[in-house]
């Protein structure tokens, strides 16, 4: 039977607007007024605001290989219930990585019959794989991955220029992105280096390991190598302001650039986060209050296009929460099921509205992965793909809200606004009310 979801704020990308979204198959077939619902459609009333599905453009599932670290069955169940409909797997944490067509058909098959939301693949650039990745752009991933400093994870390594320069004609050829962890391995030793005796229980010694030197210059590299080979290039979870105006700029002469930042770098900052708190732990590192305040104001101009989560969790063991240690516990952090309140928080405080988190977080990340004709917006044709939010709530983060494998996260205790009551996937409920569907309706979006 059709439905016809009725809201009194359905954000569209045009406006935001009462009515009814009516929907055939899965599919969007028309907004209406909500005195014009045809006869036979059967009516679902959503308080609250009607937001898009979230696609998230940034995330590592880890399976196979690293199951016990995230696998698609929990990554997929914490994304329903954090208002993602949509997720692109990053090529590296899992074994093998998705660097050839090997390893893709190796996710496929551990993906079956597990996702409670749709997902696609990133393929990655990594250990001289040039041969690799027109292959693998027709057997259907999203565009490519590729490190500039050391991942840190066995089973993928970083490119250097002359890699990427034989890489990058493969990759034009393809017109499918390329997504960069822009950081050079030379400014991060000299600043190690400089860092001989110091405390690793501190926050401030973490940050001085990863300057922002390391990723100006790594941004600089690639804007050059961006004018020189005409390819999309993608600047991951950019964490300094210092490489703004480079990226102004570039953006400026005509350059096909695109960047992201992730609600960590949004929300918390270098001067709140205490030693040992290892959780904090991400590469680049949180950095200043004012730094943040910087990125703010970019999103806000446009110049930083989307945000993305970086959602990378691991086994506890790996955080080294006892020991609080920066240099040997696992860089990552876990957000995918609240990312949504996370991002709302900072956007209501700073005057943003609904029409902007949606842009943010549902159609841009869409249209990087090339999704944008069926992801990402409420309008006709497309996917039903929805979240209802009510964002005048606030709530205290708890561990049982995380619905990950493992529930460490530092977001537990903090105090954010906005709180997603369901998610559907295709008109169909993955997530209410606080309970997981058991249903696996996710599947791999390939075309």
């Given at each position: 039977m059709?439905?016809?979801?009725?809201?009194q704020?359905?954000v569209?990308p045009n406006?935001i607007?009462?009515?009814?979204v009516l929907?055939?198959n899965?599919r969007?077939?028309?907004i209406?007024?909500?005195?014009?619902?045809p006869?036979g459609h059967?009516?679902?009333?959503?308080p609250?605001?009607?937001?898009p599905?979230l696609v998230?453009?940034?995330i590592?599932?880890?399976?196979p290989?690293r199951?016990?670290?995230e696998?698609f069955?929990?990554a997929?169940r914490?994304?329903?219930?954090?208002?993602?409909?949509?997720?692109?797997?990053?090529?590296?944490?899992?074994l093998?990585?998705?660097?050839t067509?090997?390893?893709?058909e190796a996710?496929r098959?551990?993906?079956q019959?597990q996702?409670?939301?749709d997902?696609?693949?990133?393929?990655?650039?990594?250990d001289?794989?040039a041969?690799?990745i027109?292959?693998l752009?027709?057997?259907g991933?999203?565009?490519?991955?590729c490190f500039?400093a050391?991942?840190?994870?066995d089973?993928?390594?970083?490119?250097?220029?002359?890699?990427l320069?034989?890489?990058l004609?493969h990759l034009a050829r393809t017109?499918l992105?390329?997504?960069?962890?822009?950081?050079?391995p030379e400014?991060?030793?000299?600043?190690?280096r400089?860092l001989a005796?110091a405390?690793?229980r501190?926050y401030?010694t973490w940050?001085?390991?990863?300057p922002d030197?390391?990723?100006v210059?790594?941004i600089r590299?690639?804007?050059?190598?961006?004018?020189?080979?005409?390819f999309?290039?993608h600047?991951?979870?950019l964490?300094?302001?210092?490489?703004?105006d480079d990226?102004?700029r570039?953006?400026?002469?005509?350059?096909?650039?695109?960047v992201?930042?992730?609600?960590?770098?949004l929300?918390f900052a270098?001067?709140?986060?205490?030693?040992?708190?290892?959780l904090?732990?991400?590469?680049?590192?949180i950095r200043?209050?004012?730094?943040?305040?910087q990125l703010?104001?970019t999103?806000?101009?446009?110049?930083i296009?989307?945000i993305a989560t970086d959602?990378?969790?691991?086994?506890?063991?790996?955080?080294?929460?006892?020991?609080?240690?920066?240099?040997t516990?696992?860089g990552?952090?876990a957000?995918?099921?609240?990312?949504l309140?996370?991002?709302?928080t900072?956007m209501?405080?700073?005057g943003?509205s609904l029409?902007?988190?949606?842009?943010?977080?549902?159609?841009r990340?869409?249209?990087l992965a090339?999704?944008d004709?069926r992801?990402?917006?409420?309008?006709?044709?497309?996917d039903?793909?929805?979240?209802?939010?009510?964002?005048?709530s606030d709530?205290?983060i708890?561990?049982?809200?995380?619905?990950t494998r493992?529930?460490l996260?530092?977001?537990?205790?903090?105090?954010?606004?906005?709180?997603?009551?369901a998610?559907?996937l295709?008109?169909?409920?993955v997530?209410?009310?606080?309970?997981?569907s058991?249903?696996?309706?996710?599947?791999?979006?390939?075309?």
């Amino acid at each position: 039977m059709p439905e016809a979801f009725v809201s009194q704020q359905i954000v569209t990308p045009n406006a935001i607007r009462s009515g009814a979204v009516l929907v055939d198959n899965g599919r969007i077939t028309a907004i209406v007024d909500a005195p014009f619902i045809p006869s036979g459609h059967r009516v679902i009333h959503c308080p609250g605001a009607l937001l898009p599905g979230l696609v998230d453009s940034h995330i590592h599932i880890n399976e196979p290989g690293r199951t016990e670290w995230e696998g698609f069955a929990t990554a997929t169940r914490a994304a329903a219930a954090g208002g993602y409909t949509t997720l692109i797997d990053m090529p590296l944490n899992c074994l093998p990585a998705t660097t050839t067509i090997e390893a893709l058909e190796a996710k496929r098959a551990a993906a079956q019959g597990q996702c409670l939301v749709d997902w696609a693949a990133w393929g990655g650039v990594s250990d001289h794989n040039a041969d690799q990745i027109e292959p693998l752009a027709r057997t259907g991933v999203r565009g490519f991955k590729c490190f500039l400093a050391e991942p840190g994870i066995d089973g993928f390594s970083r490119v250097d220029e002359p890699e990427l320069n034989i890489a990058l004609p493969h990759l034009a050829r393809t017109g499918l992105p390329l997504l960069v962890h822009a950081e050079l391995p030379e400014p991060l030793d000299r600043a190690t280096r400089s860092l001989a005796g110091a405390d690793w229980r501190r926050y401030e010694t973490w940050l001085r390991s990863r300057p922002d030197e390391a990723e100006v210059e790594a941004i600089r590299l690639m804007i050059r190598l961006c004018r020189e080979f005409r390819f999309h290039l993608h600047i991951v979870h950019l964490a300094t302001a210092q490489a703004l105006d480079d990226l102004r700029r570039a953006r400026e002469e005509g350059l096909p650039i695109s960047v992201e930042t992730c609600p960590h770098y949004l929300h918390f900052a270098a001067e709140d986060i205490p030693d040992g708190s290892t959780l904090h732990k991400c590469a680049p590192p949180i950095r200043s209050a004012e730094n943040r305040e910087q990125l703010w104001e970019t999103v806000r101009e446009g110049v930083i296009d989307l945000i993305a989560t970086d959602h990378s969790p691991c086994p506890p063991e790996m955080k080294r929460i006892e020991e609080g240690n920066f240099a040997t516990a696992w860089g990552g952090i876990a957000s995918i099921s609240v990312a949504l309140s996370i991002v709302w928080t900072g956007m209501r405080r700073r005057g943003f509205s609904l029409s902007d988190l949606a842009r943010l977080m549902s159609q841009r990340p869409a249209q990087l992965a090339g999704l944008d004709g069926r992801k990402g917006v409420i309008a006709p044709g497309h996917d039903a793909d929805f979240v209802l939010f009510t964002p005048d709530s606030d709530r205290i983060i708890t561990a049982e809200q995380l619905h990950t494998r493992h529930p460490l996260s530092p977001y537990i205790g903090e105090h954010l606004y906005g709180t997603v009551t369901a998610t559907y996937l295709r008109g169909n409920p993955v997530y209410e009310e606080g309970r997981v569907s058991e249903s696996t309706l996710g599947h791999e979006i390939i075309g």
